[in-house]
């Protein structure tokens, strides 16, 4: 009764003397990865929608930790097509410098004028009436302009603002975005998507749908709630990247991120002896800015900053001091290093001569 049953004894010897398989052989490295892969996106998919949760939720969700300066990545990826240049404010005749047949009537309603790259004077016309606040020329050929329409008494909060997208030989859309009497400007446009400034903040309004969002709010750019447009001297978006310049600090544009939302650092004109920012705007992958700016004595400069460490790459007058009539300046990048600009004679008899200037960096 004490002797193990020979059955058994087998049995176990038979397993003892069984050799145990290696665990770095491939089929279990195989094994351990597909383990690990599942584990991995179990817990990706738990995170984002967590994250969705959030964004229903609470609107936008903002980075706790917004004292570490994030290095520079480029927000969006360069674009081989240049910038379009158009005329801000014009108003009178003008001519380009090469010499186009016959000068243009810009005023600013219905006639909108463009340089092109190869310095001709270019008009559209914006359908719908109505004076245009601003225009904005996507790449793709498309025209993006904001403006009041209508007759109103005693000041224009009930006048409709259309927000037009015109598409060359294609059809043209139109609504009115105004809001219970609200102002609103446009800042920016690409191609999906208009930046609207609104009481509370800055608005991405979709172009096909018109739905919008708000991108980033009124009180982290330090501007008053109920019309942030009206406190700034200039503004630009580029991909998910907004730079300020506001009034109350115009020389020191603000550069900040928009996904998401938070400051990123500020890029000082002082050392220049700016006295009033007066135009910006980004390149391409956002790594530059060119910044049009006036200077005590009047004239008007455009220097050229790195968005990475706000070091001055150029420095030029395009406006001298003293100059006659009043000249606005408007700027786009015709790569990533080469930005153009013209100096816009406004009024006058005109007609007014277009003189494009470049600034390579």
Known sequence: MDQIPRDIELAVRAAAEAPKGYAGELPAVYRRARRHRIRRRTT????????????????????????????????????????????????????????????????????IGELSVDDHLLTHAVEGGGDYDRSIGLPDGRLVSLGPRGTAVGGDSGLEMLLTIQAPGRGTQQRNVRQEGQPVSLAAADATTAYLWRPYGLYAHDLSGGLERLVISSAMLDLPD???????????????????????????????????????????????????????????????????????????????????????????????????????VDLAWTDERIVRGVAVPVGGTGPHELRQFTIPT
Do not use: H, W
């Open 226 to 328: 109920d019309n942030p447009a009206g406190a700034l001297d200039a503004a630009d978006v580029t991909g998910d990247r907004l730079l300020i310049a506001a009034s109350s600090r115009s020389c020191r544009p603000l550069l900040m991120s928009i996904a998401p939302p938070q400051g990123l650092r500020f890029l000082p004109l002082t050392s220049l002896g700016c006295r009033r920012v007066t135009g910006l705007r980004l390149s391409p992958s956002t790594g530059r800015v060119a910044v049009s700016y006036q200077k005590s004595g009047g004239a008007v400069r455009v220097a050229v900053l790195s968005t990475e460490n706000g070091a001055v790459l150029a420095d030029r007058e395009v406006v001298a001091a003293g100059g006659k009539g009043t000249q606005t």
């Open 44 to 111: 990706a998919v738990a995170g984002a929608l967590t994250v969705l949760a959030g964004l229903v939720g609470g609107g936008l969700a903002v980075r706790q930790n917004a004292d570490a300066t994030p290095p520079f990545n480029p927000a969006v990826a360069v674009t081989t097509s240049p910038q379009r240049l158009l005329l801000s404010g014009a108003d009178g005749q003008y001519v380009a410098a090469q010499g186009d047949p016959s000068p243009a009537r810009l005023t600013g309603d219905l006639r």
